[in-house]
């Protein structure tokens, strides 16, 4: 078996990849412009039960990633020629690791304050403010940051892809490792 680093991701890393991504878009998009509008009553009960249920997911595709991150090999990591750019690169992927789990904390933290097990069977009346829980001021600052933060990944990328011209894209996706 080679010792060297594969010049791809392996493919359940590209999968996870690219699934928590989309998750964690979703989520945030759903969070701010499908539930933020909707007054707090119970006509927000299904559509938090569905925020709830896909944060739950988003949750075990995060640790799914975790382990297969320190499991499988991977490429050595990208070089810009830059060493403070390596550093931000490093630093964002840490903190989009970082920012997903608050995320799933905040989240979690939210639905256990506000009662909210109780509320999806029914038993408690829905929360007059989430606001007041103070998990939720986390959830929401958490999320603005990981939209900052996937925008830097997302330009880097580009950067790599049509300014550096590395291919750097093709080793997130499928193909000869």
Known sequence: MSTENPKRYHPVHVVLHWLMAVMTI??????????????????????????????????????????????????ASANTDSTFLD????AVHFLLYVGVIGMVVSGLGTAVQ???????????????????????????????????????????ALYHQFIKKDNLLARMWFGKR
């Open 26 to 75: 979703l989520a945030i998009v759903i969070g701010m412009f499908v539930l933020n509008p909707i007054p707090d009553t119970a006509e927000k009960t299904s559509t938090l039960q569905i925020h709830a249920l896909w944060g739950g997911l988003l949750a075990l595709v995060l640790v799914a990633r975790l382990i297969t991150r320190f499991t499988l090999p991977r490429p």
């Open 114 to 156: 506000a009662d909210l097990f109780a509320v999806f069977r029914g038993a408690v009346p829905f929360p007059a403010d989430f606001m007041a829980y103070p998990p939720r001021l986390g959830h929401g600052f958490t999320a603005l940051a990981l939209l900052g933060l996937i925008g830097l990944h997302v330009a880097a």
């Open 87 to 90: 550093f931000v690169s490093k």
